[in-house]
């Protein structure tokens, strides 16, 4: 079944949601706090495992919440989610079911794809993904002059490398002896400097490509595939390259052995693959038994989404409050800082998954949306950010809601640091949402003996507005489970916002214009002539040629 058409905007809940914005957009989020009390913090807080939100420090009242739920119901949310789980044909535009949640499901659930139940061929992937890594850790299977291996490249761009190269480096506590390496760019230099680090003799090659058609993983990998069978001969290959992705016969061709070829299917999409064996190297680098315990984490929260009533439900909430500041208050942007430098690519993985999803302006009728989607994401782990762009949010003309991800405990118990580390996740939002009255601002640099006209002077510069918004997402610890169950809360948030923004947020097709062009200008540099362009581009090319 298809997903439903409702304009968002054309909803009763909207409508009231404008009128409401006008009425309480004036509030300081300071009034909220005096106003509620220390209710405030238990409406606004949910608890689920051990992950709690805390969204209180949002420009928003009982009402407001009350409204945006209103809205997820007049979209149809509940019929989508449905629809979602159970592998209808959502993905409308490519005619394909979005089943990354079928990934983690349990062995003995069933999802229908066109009538096949799927989960009976993920489990035997997933069963050759541990036989294969297994035997790759304990140095059963070894290299072409018969050593352990000790270095994993991962060759893969957008999803094919994001997701692991993320997750890879979110779970390095829990990492073995395998050193894991990243190439995606199509730039011969890095190439090079991945392979000056390790040795043709003990180095597995896992080529990862959903299609396998993609320009910048079939030249870093052919580039690769030259330079080991300078040390080795093709027989080789089948020790040393392995490869994942749909297109299986494109794989054979380039020489890799049928039992190294991890398959994957259509109704993953590519940022959404972690979880399928495109998370080779993911296993590879923690054991499977840690890369099961992300999936059951992704799963736990998969169910909560499921089941959870929408007042409760952390995707859903989140996905609202985006949708608050993005439509009615106009904020373009979010940031998502982690406090903790395990997640340092975090922010960079949301952003294809986020914006690659629902970067989109038209909408499921087939028109061009008369309000806001996607929403633009960026952020850096704490305390670095605070040194580098935190300004802009303190004191900066635009708004920017803010995740804070933070964790009670550190990995090696370092208490000193972590107290520390999370009095700044701490005061962050606090400040962000009290900010500094000019009053506060008198009194400090009387204090500090200022004459009036140097404190007159300074005066505006030290005032803090305040009033900015934050979620704090404080949870226990940072594990595999605790991961799977965080980044499944952020894939669900797209998929909230996806439905009431009306789009399809499971295709990709804005990618491909540069693709195609990439492909004739390629033409135009190798070839002596140059085709037809606009004075700009052509003006470029003859530059860089000549
Ligand atoms: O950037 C476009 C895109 O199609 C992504 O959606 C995808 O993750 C990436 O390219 C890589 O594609 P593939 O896995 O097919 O090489």
Known sequence: MPLQNIDPTATAAWKKLEQHFGETKGIHLKEFFAKDGKDRVDSFTLKWEDFLIDFSKNRITGETLRLLLQLAE???LKDAIDKYFRGDLINQTEGRAVLHTALRAKEDDSILVEGKNVIPEVYKVKEQIKVFTDAIISGDKKGFTGKPFTDVVNIGIGGS???PAMVTEALRFYKNQLRTHFVSNVDGDHVREILKEVNPETTLFVVVSKTFTTQE???????IKKW?????????IALHFAAVSTNTAAISEFGIADENVFPMWDWVGGRFSLWSAVGLSIALAIGFKNFDALLEGANSMDQHFKTAEFEENIPVILALLSIWYNNFYDAETEAIIPYTQYLSRFSAYLQQGIMESNGKSVDRKGGRTSYQTGTIIWGEPGTNSQHAFFQLIHQGTKLIPTDFIGFKKSLYGDTDHHHKLMANFFAQTE???NGKTEKEVRLELESKGLSSATMEKLVPYKVFEGNKPTN????DSLTPKSLGALIALYEHKIFVQGIIWNIFSYDQWGVELGKQLAG???NDINDSDIGDHDASTLHLLQVFKS
């Open 217 to 223: 993983t079939l030249s870093n990998a052919m580039t």
């Open 161 to 163: 490398d994001l997701g």
């Open 74 to 76: 007049e979209v149809g």
């Open 472 to 475: 704090t997402i404080l949870i």
């Open 228 to 236: 080991f069978l300078q040390h080795a001969t093709q027989k080789d």
């Open 431 to 433: 400040a962000l949402m």
């Open 520 to 522: 004739t200008i390629l």
